[in-house]
């Protein structure tokens, strides 16, 4: 893969990220996810709390896309957020916390099957 491809595409995902939603009934992570994505809310609601029961990865990213994400009125929806890119270390802690809950789910599976 050409790495100027995969900086466009990296740089495309963070400029249309999703948006927190401002009337949202925690936080609006789930919403923000919702509307960008066009999917039910409910459906990304669940997807959030299945990854929560099965190892606690979806509170962490819903914890980290508390803080990661904008807000809806900061923003004009659809407009490119001006940014030149994702900070490194967030990028980095968001691929730390994927391996740690892969890990976690897989150690949890094996002790089970024992």
Do not use: H
């Amino acid at each position: 893969m050409d790495t100027t491809t995969l900086s466009s595409q990296l740089r495309q995902m963070w400029e249309t990220r999703p948006l927190r939603a401002r009337n949202a009934p925690i936080a609006g992570v789930c919403t923000g996810f919702a509307r960008r994505y066009q999917v039910d809310v409910a459906l990304v609601r669940a997807a959030f709390i299945g990854a929560t029961v099965l190892g606690g990865l979806g509170f962490v990213a819903y914890i980290v896309g508390l803080f990661v994400l904008p807000k809806e009125s900061e923003y004009a929806y659809g407009t490119p957020v001006q940014r030149s890119g994702p900070p490194t270390i967030v990028l980095i802690i968001a691929a730390v916390l994927a391996v740690v809950g892969f890990v976690q789910v897989v150690v949890t599976v094996f002790r089970r099957l024992r």
